[in-house]
């Protein structure tokens, strides 16, 4: 497969003059029309497979796309999604919150004390191979039926990445500002407040954008695990009703949602320099 050089990127196009003229074949110009065909594409692959399949199938005809219009409004009149929506954001926020309170001191410590490193090294990459959700059992048996097993099976799931992200962080830090802040006088704080937070805080970021993804996919499926609420709990709710309508709209708001969720977290824990654009990957 041959490449043409205009699908290529030229390593001096970020430095191009704000003058420079756009392509002449428009391709760069609007992205967004690339984007909407791909959305067309995929509503007319799902509307044939559902056409094709559900003349066999009942469930899977009732699957089709033309049924979401009328589901969603269904389910915004009764006012069940919207509170679902927030039962499940708020779930999710606090188990991110918890992961992070204890993740950023975790990690911080095994990068800048070596012995701690050495002991908890083997622990916690062993502990963080086993999926969070294995953990279901022993959280409904200590925590109870409700939202409690749920926020604890997403921290579970987000710790890992801001622990190992932070520590990674800290370990990179160039020694020779620690040398220089010690040279000058420094105490050990204002190392921490001065040099090591400043140097860290891009990559904690990052971590904590990485684990707000990991805790949005474990989230839906521990809400179906003895809760009575949340978008997880709707799916089941759905499909036990036979609803299946239903069920594909909360399927959808969900993957929406997780999309929103990343844009913001893109746009807010991306590190910017002073003048507010956002440093380079």
Known sequence: ????????ETADAPHAGAGASPPADGRRSAPWAWGLLGVVAAVLAWWALTAVGGAGSPMLAALSPWGVP??????????????DLLTSTTRLLLGLLIATVLGVPLGALIGLHRPTRWASGGVVQFVRMISPLSWAPVAVALLGVGSAPVVFLVAAAAVWPIVLGTSSAVMS????????????????GEILRTVVVPSVRPAVLQSVRMALGISW???????????????????????????YDEMIVVILVIGALGAAIDALARLLLTPRRRSGRPLPA
Not at 217 to 243: C, H, K
């Open 70 to 83: 009328q589901a969603l409004a269904s389910l915004l009149s009764t006012g069940v999604l919207l509170e």
């Open 217 to 243: 996919v474990v989230l839906v499926p521990a809400e179906m695990l003895g809760v009575t609420s949340g978008l997880g709990y709707e799916i089941l709710n759905a499909r036990d009703r036979l609803a």
């Open 1 to 8: 497969m041959s490449i043409a050089p205009t699908d290529l």
């Open 173 to 188: 830090i160039d020694q020779r500002f620690i040398a220089v802040a010690h040279t000058l006088g420094a105490r050990r």
